[in-house]
């Protein structure tokens, strides 16, 4: 795997042939094309947009940010972006904290708009990696509208991981309120318990990681996103299905790369 510095080189590079090379050096087994449709991307396409699927808890957020390093495309996290505008309190975040809190879905509007903004931003024109979004039917429409206008390339990466699995590591999951630092009490302990190892802040739990708000997220996921499988499934999109419940979030990370080569 590169470093942040091979990656910096992606700008002067075509990003399919980069893709290509850096899946070479990642040792890649036992991946699944699920889309029916396994071609390599037309070459002359250069925007990637990457979309990371899966449940609560399946590591869509630790997977973009390996991404993000190695590709030198943008995180675009709508549940990121979200939580930004409650921390500010304006507008937007007013209108969606206490749907965030309970773990329900906030309006498709709302997202829509984030996310077409943040498109716009010259960050985003050679590619970006989608966290989180989209997670409605018309939120996937209305996607399909801002990649086709761009002629953008869509590749749906979907992480699978176990229910149970799911379960321990939302129920185990803390946070450094500081650093947003990502820790988890099974799978990723701190050094010293309930302490951020880098800020020595006291660790939080995310208000919707409690047990009845996790509840309501996982259902969420089933009813109103895991269905936009067969939707790209139909209209022809690459998708993938990826192991991500046994291995090691590195592991998860190089079986994308050679995936989307
Ligand atoms: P997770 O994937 O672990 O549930 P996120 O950080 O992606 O966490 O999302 C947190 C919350 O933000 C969701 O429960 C929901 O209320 C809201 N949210 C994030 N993305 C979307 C989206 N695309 N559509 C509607 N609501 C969203």
Redesign the pocket.
């Known amino acids: 795997m590169r470093g942040a510095s091979a990656a910096g080189a992606a700008h002067s590079k075509d990003l399919g042939v980069e893709i290509q090379d850096l899946a070479r050096e990642s040792q890649v087994t036992n991946s699944e094309p699920l889309g029916g449709n396994n071609q390599i991307p037309n070459p002359k396409s250069q925007i990637l947009a990457l979309i990371l699927f899966g ?3 399946s590591g ?2 630790t997977q973009a940010k390996l991404l993000v390093k190695t590709l030198s495309i943008p995180q675009i ?4 972006m ?2 930004e505008h409650v921390r500010k309190g304006n507008a937007v975040g007013t209108k ?1 904290e206490a ?2 809190k309970a ?6 509007e ?2 829509n708009g984030l996310v077409a903004e943040r498109l716009a931003q010259p960050d985003a024109a050679r590619g970006f990696i989608l ?6 039917r018309a ?1 996937a429409e209305t996607l399909c509208g801002m990649l086709n206008s761009r002629g953008a390339e869509a590749v749906v990466i979907h992480l699978v991981v176990d229910y149970n699995e799911v379960i321990a590591r ?1 129920t185990g999951r803390r946070q450094c309120p500081v650093c947003g630092t990502l820790y988890n009490l099974k799978f990723k302990p701190s050094k010293v318990p309930g302490v951020c190892d880098l800020e020595g802040a006291a660790l939080i739990i995310r208000e ?1 990681d409690r047990e009845e708000v996790i509840r309501e ?1 996982l259902d ?2 089933a009813k109103q996103t895991e269905p936009l499988i067969e939707f790209y499934r139909q209209n022809g999109t690459r998708l993938y299905d990826v192991d991500a419940s046994s291995e090691p979030p590195e592991a998860v990370f190089g079986k994308i790369l050679a995936l989307i080569q």
């Open positions: 449940p609560p808890g869509k957020g996290s709508t549940g990121d979200l939580r969606v749907k965030m773990g329900i879905l906030v309006k498709d709302v997202v966290d989180g979004y989209p997670r409605t939120q939302l919707d997220r969420a996921y």
